[in-house]
Nanobody, 124 residues
Framework: QVQLVESGGGLVQAGGSLRVSCLAS????????MAWFRQAPGTEREVVAA???????YYRDSVRGRFTISRDNDKYTMDLQMNNMTVEDPAVYYC??????????????????WGQGTRVTVTS
């Protein structure tokens, strides 16, 4: 079984930076491709960035060049560094892991494991 716990959410001004982290547990946790999703009020959950076990990365267009996804398989962590944040970035950010080998996996049903989410707020 895989468990995921996010941390690092909070309040940031537009143009600022924030880093959210995901701590995984479970013997097979870091054998999976993983991703960050986000969900703003009244919207569907959407993929932000994804990363394979070996480090290949995917970004949604609106964050490419501003956000960086990374993982450390030895430390059982996955991070999302968010720079130059805008008022379109506020949401609850979720860490997720998929048992599928399909790449990139960018849809919610493709992910079997989810964290509880961490809230990110951006002020203008």
């Amino acid at each position: 079984q895989v468990q995921l716990v996010e941390s690092g959410g909070g309040l940031v001004q537009a143009g600022g930076s924030l880093r959210v982290s995901c701590l995984a547990s479970g013997r097979t946790a870091m054998t999976h491709n993983m991703a960050w999703f986000r969900q703003a009020p009244g919207t569907e959950r959407e993929v932000v960035a994804a990363i394979t076990r070996s480090g290949s990365k995917y970004y949604r267009d609106s964050v490419r060049g501003r956000f960086t996804i990374s993982r450390d398989n030895d430390k059982y962590t996955m991070d999302l560094q968010m720079n130059n944040m805008t008022v379109e970035d506020p949401a609850v950010y979720y860490c997720a892991a998929t048992t599928s080998g399909a790449w990139p996996m960018i849809v919610v049903p493709g992910y079997a494991y989810w964290g509880q989410g961490t809230r990110v707020t951006v002020t203008s």
